[in-house]
């Protein structure tokens, strides 16, 4: 099994099953703490340097509360244009410094493989929180946990299910990530809807193939939708030469509840890796599925502090002493 103490994670191909099944499980351990039942400062002292070179919400956030929620003290930069790498800095230079205030990093860069070039020069490990098109691989560890508990509820388990992957596949680095993941599970059916122009790279179809996977690929919803789980992504508009071009592909796979009715199982459960484009033109995933118990959108989200979590208790080799560093929580929680 591998050994996560002072590893970096930049990409889904560096786990196997029995490691991605003890991220899952510590992740599992994290809820008295997240849930507030409980507080946990094993990482007391600790200092993450949280670097997003691009937009985020729910990554950046989720690193810097799953890091505080272990006791750690989380410092943020925003935006290349606030650091040295605007001055023309190397990403190897930039983690020779940074790595030295550290005792871990998180980052996100808009270029392929610059988080892995990045992690080259520090001294600490580097966690990806995305970079480009490439990968996203805590995104998909999040969406496997996701998965996992959904399908729980229906006595199932990760293995054997059938699962659409739908809207830009080609930009989208959670699906490519995602991919990677259940290829190291058993008899899954995945369907890949997408414009022809923004279908899944054949590299990552290729792994899937080679799982022994079922892979369908269609520009179609009709038919498509009766799946245990169905996995909406956005159209990835900044990783198009234009806007206009973007524009061409919005609005063609929206997930709406006339949709679901007409063409998912009464249980599909819907996921997306947010932010939904919830712009009339775009409407990817329609509001009027919010009261639908199967959207599993906002339990996901959540689910990334869990997994960050156990991303940094791993990687810092603290998951075996958690509850040596537990105290009651003090203060109202409703
Ligand atoms: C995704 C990303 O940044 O790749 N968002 C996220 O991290 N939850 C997906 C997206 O931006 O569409």
Redesign the pocket.
């Known amino acids: 099994m591998m050994n996560f103490q002072g590893s970096h994670i930049l990409s889904i191909s560096q786990f196997d099953r029995d490691a991605v099944s003890r991220i899952l499980q510590v992740a599992q351990s994290m809820i008295p703490y997240a849930a507030r039942q409980k507080r946990c400062h094993v990482l007391e002292g600790a200092i993450l340097n949280n670097l997003f070179f691009e937009p985020?919400t729910?990554?950046r956030i989720s690193f810097g509360t799953a890091f505080q929620l272990l006791g750690g003290f989380v410092q943020e930069t925003v935006g290349a244009e606030t650091s040295s790498l605007s001055k023309g800095e190397s990403l190897f230079d930039t983690a020779k410094v940074i790595s030295g205030y550290s005792d871990v990093i998180a980052m996100r860069h808009p270029e392929i493989n610059s988080v892995a070039q990045f992690a080259t020069g520090s001294s600490v490990p580097v966690i990806n929180g995305?970079d480009g098109a490439n990968e996203?691989p805590t995104?998909a560890l999040l969406d496997l946990f996701t998965i996992q508990a959904e399908m729980t509820r229906f006595g199932k388990g990760i293995d054997n299910i059938n699962i659409v992957l739908m809207g830009d596949l080609k930009h989208?680095?959670?699906v490519h990530s995602l991919s990677k993941l259940l290829s190291l599970y058993n008899n899954i059916h995945v369907t890949l809807v997408a414009p022809k122009a923004l279908q899944m790279p054949d590299y990552i179809v290729d792994i899937l193939t080679n799982a022994g996977h079922k892979v369908t690929m269609t520009d179609s919803m009709a038919g498509n939708l009766q799946s245990d789980v169905i996995y909406q992504?956005?159209i990835?508009q900044e990783r198009f030469s234009s806007l206009e071009e973007a524009d061409r592909y919005r609005g063609h796979f929206s997930l709406n509840k006339e949709v679901y009715q007409q063409y998912c199982k009464d249980h599909t459960v819907i996921m997306h890796?947010?932010?939904r484009d919830s712009r009339p033109e775009a409407n990817e995933l329609d509001v009027d599925l919010n009261d639908n118990h199967n959207l599993a959108i906002f339990r996901q989200a959540q689910n990334g502090v869990l997994v960050r979590m156990a991303l940094f208790a791993l990687t810092l080799g603290v998951d075996e002493k958690l509850t040596q560093y537990e105290k009651p929580v003090t203060w109202y929680r409703g």
Request: proline share 13%; no cysteine; hydrophobic share 5%.
């Open positions: 985020s729910r990554t995305g996203h995104q989208g680095r959670t992504t956005r990835q890796p947010l932010p």
